[in-house]
């Protein structure tokens, strides 16, 4: 009964913040670090408790108070918020197994996760920014006892030539990325189905025929992809068994997997990203304690 009525809910608020939505300027979110932002927030110490009001303002209806995954919007996405505390990210720049840099995670509230709910926040200060970053790394203990490894070194692009295309493309099938994401990277391979992730939810080997992906479009972030590989999922870290040469060699195969037409604007909304604008705006205007936890399932 409860659940029939905040489906409702859901459904009268979407309606009625549609005209908001809509005149929102999308790039202001899309844009990445601004120049001068990196330069303020060196200088300042985040603290804790603007972080945790930062984030009870802007991330608890979606991962939730206690920083579970569990906040009241969660059930609305397929691809779920995240779960910060087992301390596992997908987006990182240092090898597997580590955990990210702050940098990272400030880059990830910065640019969001392309096509999920997971919008990137620049309008934020940068200072804000920060001090979230500080606050979600007191739900998982892992920071406390841990320290991140240097990120990755991503050596200079060599030149795309037909030939490095090709070893790509040998690569692609020897180091088993066919086996997941299908002869044509539309993501149908023969491992591709039932999968699950670390934190418990059903997921899919991505379509590698659209850009952007999670992290963008840009070929740097590609490599970075394959060099680090998505924890807690089953994407692999190529980067202990093939060489900077080998890695670029795949970028340059998987950008030939892009049919002309899929290469998207990134000013778009993608995916579940329009739904998590109304997450966003109805936290806002509801604050984190108006609904309990889990008045949005689906079911
Ligand atoms: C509208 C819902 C929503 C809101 C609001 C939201 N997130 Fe997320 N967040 C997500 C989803 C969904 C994912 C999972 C994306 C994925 O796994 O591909 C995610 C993932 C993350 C990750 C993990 C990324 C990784 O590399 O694994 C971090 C860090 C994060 N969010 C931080 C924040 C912070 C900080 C805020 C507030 C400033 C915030 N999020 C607000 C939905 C949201
Ligand atoms: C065991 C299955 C598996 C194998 C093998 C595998 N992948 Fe993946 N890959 C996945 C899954 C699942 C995801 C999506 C993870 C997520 O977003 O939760 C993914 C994500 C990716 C992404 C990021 C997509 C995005 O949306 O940002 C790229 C790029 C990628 N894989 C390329 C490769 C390449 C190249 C290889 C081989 C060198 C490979 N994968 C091998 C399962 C696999």
Request: glycine share 12%.
């Amino acid at each position: 009964m409860v659940k029939t009525i905040s489906k409702y809910m859901i459904m009268g608020l979407g309606f009625l913040f549609f005209p908001v939505l809509l005149t929102v300027p999308e790039s202001n979110w899309v844009h990445g670090l601004r120049a001068a932002d990196a330069q303020v927030g060196m200088r300042e110490v985040p603290s804790l408790d603007r972080g945790k009001a930062v984030y009870e303002s802007n991330c608890a209806v979606c991962h939730g108070t206690h920083g579970d995954g569990n906040g009241t919007a969660a059930s609305m996405f397929l691809m779920r918020p995240r779960d910060f505390r087992p301390g596992k990210f997908k987006l990182r720049t240092t090898p597997s197994g580590s955990l990210p840099t702050d940098d990272d995670l400030l880059w990830t509230i910065t640019n969001g996760l392309r096509w999920t709910g997971m919008l990137g926040r620049p309008d934020l200060s940068v200072s804000d920014r920060r001090a979230v970053v500080q606050y979600i790394k007191t739900f998982s203990p892992r920071f406390a006892t841990e320290k991140p490894q240097s990120p990755v070194a991503i050596p200079l692009a060599p030149p795309k030539t037909a030939k490095r295309v090709a070893l790509g493309k040998t690569l692609y099938k020897d180091a088993g990325c066919d086996s997941c994401h299908g002869p044509t990277g539309a993501g149908d391979g023969s491992s591709s189905q039932g999968l699950k992730d670390d934190w418990g939810w059903p997921t899919r080997t991505s379509d590698l025929r659209w850009r952007p992906l999670k992290r963008g479009s840009s070929l740097e972030q590609l490599y970075i992809t394959l060099a680090t590989g998505f924890a807690g999922t089953p994407m692999p870290s190529y980067g202990d068994s093939l060489s900077g040469d080998q890695l670029w060699s795949l970028v340059y195969y998987l950008e030939t997997l892009v049919p002309p037409g899929q290469d998207l604007d990134p000013r778009q909304f993608l995916g579940e990203e329009r739904h998590g604008w109304m997450a966003i705006h109805m936290g806002g205007m509801m604050g984190p304690g108006m609904m309990g936890p889990g008045m949005m399932h689906r079911r």
